[in-house]
C-alpha cells in the first residue's frame, strides 16, 4: 500500500445550521480541510438510516440512504421549500445532533419538498433503476400505511401514493446530493472510504423482502440471532439480536444479495470497510430466545467463497477493507490473508496489556489501516487520560515521551502512529481536536447518549493545519 493518512468523521457529525451535518457547503469545507493538511482519505460511518438508539448500524435498508443528510439549502435553491419553512429547520444547538427534532420534524419538510417536485420522471427513473431503493420506499410507504409497526404486524398493503413518493424523492435527492460531493472530493485527490455493516435489522426491508436469504423457522422469526462472546469490554457478549444469513442457500444463488450490496457501495465510495469481518470466517450464533449473548456459540461462515465473489467485483479503483478485530483466530487471519484486503490495528488495543500484541506499531504490517482509536473507542486523549499512571508511562516511553509532564506527550503518539509502517493511517476527527471522552461518539453496549456529536466550523477552524500538513510531508503519507 502506498503510504497515506485520513480521517475518520461521520457525515452526522459535520457543522452546519440543520441539527446534523449534511451534504451542504459543509461536506466541501471539510474536503478542502483534509487537502490543505494533506490528507488523502475521508471515512465516514453508514450512510443508512439510524434505529431509535441513532445507531447507523441497525438500519430500515442497508441500500437506502438517510434523509437527514440532505441538504435543506439545496433544496431551498431548486425552490422545494421556502425561505420560511428552511429558517423553522434551524438547530438549537451545533453541539450534537437533535435527533428527536429530526425523527418528529425533518420527514414532513421533506414531504412538502417532494410535493413541489417537478422532475418526477427522473426520480421514477432511477428509483427503478435501483430495485433494491425500489423496495425500500415501499417498504417505509409500508410502514407509514401501518401505523410505523413492525411488518410481522402489518394489516395491509394500500400506501399513500404521497408517501410513496416522498420516499422516492428522498433517495434521489440523497444519491445525487452525495454524487456531487464525491466527485469534489475525488477531483481534490481525497478518496472515501465507506463502511458496511455486516447485519441487517429484522425490521427492515432486506429481511421483509428477501426472507428466503435468512435464517427463518416455521413462524417466519429469526431462528438465532448475532452477536459476539463475552470479552475484555462485555462479560456477557454482546446480544445484537440481528438476524442470521442463511449462507449456504445465498451461496447457491452466487450471493447475490450481497453482490448487489457491495456492488451499491462501490458507486457510493472509492473504499468499502466490512464491519465485523470475522463473521465471515465463523460467526456467534445465539439461540433466539437467549437471554445474554454468552449462549451463543461459533458456526462457521461462508470463507473463501464470499471471498471470491469480494474479488470477482472489485476492480482497480476499489479496495475493501477487513476490519479484523474481536476475538481473532488462526482462521480468521487467515482468511484475512487469502483476501488480500488490509486489515485493521488500533493503537489503544496495543496496550490492554504487558503482551506484545499485533496493534503495537512496530508491529504494524504495510498492508493494514491503523487508527489511534474507531467510532467505538473513546477518544485518544480519553483513553490517555484513563490510564493508570503506570500504563500510561510505559505508552508514553514507548512513543519516545519520558517527561513526567505527560499533558505534552499527545503529539509524540501521533508522530509515532504517522511513523509508523502501515500503509494508511486514519485519525478520528477528535483525536485531530484533542478532545476528551465527552466527545467520544459511540460506547458499545450502551443505549443512550451515543453517535450525537459533531464538531463546528470554529473548532474545525482551530486546527493546526500546518502541524497535519507536516506530518504528512515528514512521514511520506
Not at 473463501?304 to 483466530?329: N, P, Q, S, W, Y
Not at 508491529?363 to 491503523?370: F, K
Amino acid at each position: 500500500m502506498k503510504r497515506k493518512s485520513g480521517v475518520l468523521l461521520p457525515v452526522s457529525t459535520l457543522n452546519g445550521e440543520f441539527s446534523c451535518g449534511s451534504f451542504g457547503k459543509e461536506a466541501y469545507d471539510f474536503i478542502d480541510f483534509l487537502t490543505d493538511c494533506g490528507f488523502s482519505y475521508w471515512q465516514v460511518l453508514p450512510f443508512c438510516m439510524v434505529d431509535e438508539c441513532n445507531s447507523p448500524y441497525k438500519s430500515y435498508s442497508a441500500f437506502g440512504g438517510n434523509p437527514y443528510f440532505i441538504d435543506l439549502n439545496e433544496l431551498y435553491e431548486q425552490g422545494l421549500i421556502t425561505a420560511d419553512e428552511r429558517n423553522a429547520a434551524k438547530q438549537n444547538t451545533p453541539y450534537s445532533c437533535e435527533y428527536v427534532r429530526l425523527f418528529h420534524t425533518r420527514f414532513a419538510l421533506l414531504k412538502t419538498a417532494s410535493a413541489r417536485c417537478k422532475n418526477r420522471d427522473a426520480v421514477l427513473a432511477f428509483i427503478k433503476e435501483n430495485p433494491y431503493l425500489e423496495q425500500f420506499c415501499e417498504f417505509m410507504a409500508l410502514k407509514a400505511a401501518n401505523g410505523q409497526k413492525p411488518w410481522t404486524q402489518w394489516t395491509t398493503a394500500q400506501t399513500d401514493c404521497d408517501e410513496l413518493f416522498m420516499w422516492q424523492f428522498t433517495q434521489y435527492e440523497f444519491f445525487r446530493q452525495w454524487k456531487k460531493v464525491k466527485e469534489y472530493a475525488n477531483g481534490k485527490g481525497v478518496q472515501i472510504i465507506g463502511d458496511i455493516p455486516i447485519y441487517v435489522d429484522f425490521d427492515s426491508c432486506d429481511v421483509w423482502g428477501n426472507r428466503d436469504q435468512f435464517q427463518m423457522d416455521a413462524n417466519g422469526m429469526p431462528a438465532a440471532v448475532a452477536g459476539c462472546p463475552p470479552d475484555y469490554f462485555a462479560e456477557d457478549g454482546q446480544l445484537w439480536g440481528n438476524p442470521l444469513y442463511d449462507w449456504e442457500k445465498m451461496e447457491k444463488d452466487g450471493f447475490s444479495w450481497w453482490r448487489a450490496r457491495m456492488q451499491h457501495m462501490f458507486k457510493l465510495f472509492d473504499g468499502v470497510r466490512i464491519d465485523h469481518f470475522r463473521g465471515l470466517e465463523s460467526y456467534w450464533r445465539i439461540p433466539a430466545d437467549a437471554k445474554t449473548a454468552r449462549e451463543g456459540k461459533w458456526v462457521k461462515g461462508p470463507g473463501k467463497a464470499f471471498i471470491d465473489m469480494l474479488h470477482e467485483i472489485t476492480d482497480d479503483k476499489h479496495f475493501v477493507i477487513a476490519e479484523d478485530l474481536g476475538e481473532i483466530t488462526q482462521e480468521v487471519i487467515d482468511l484475512v490473508n487469502y483476501s488480500g484486503f488490509p486489515g485493521m490495528r488500533v493503537f489503544q488495543f496495543g496496550f490492554l496489556g504487558d503482551d506484545d500484541n499485533p496493534h503495537k506499531p512496530h508491529n504494524y504490517p504495510n498492508n493494514c489501516i491503523a487508527y489511534t482509536g474507531t467510532h467505538d473507542n473513546n477518544t485518544l486523549l480519553g483513553y490517555v487520560w484513563e490510564l493508570d499512571d503506570a500504563r500510561r508511562r510505559d505508552m508514553l516511553a514507548y512513543c519516545g515521551y519520558t517527561s513526567p509532564d505527560w499533558d505534552h506527550g499527545y503529539d509524540a503518539i501521533l508522530r509515532t502512529m504517522f511513523a509508523s509502517h502501515a500503509g494508511t493511517l486514519i485519525l478520528p476527527i477528535q483525536d485531530l481536536l484533542g478532545y476528551g471522552s465527552d466527545t467520544r461518539l459511540n460506547i458499545p453496549g450502551k443505549a443512550d447518549g451515543n453517535w450525537q456529536y459533531r464538531v463546528t466550523a470554529e473548532q474545525l477552524g482551530g486546527i493546526d493545519r500546518r502541524k497535519f500538513r507536516t506530518f504528512n510531508e515528514m512521514y511520506k503519507r
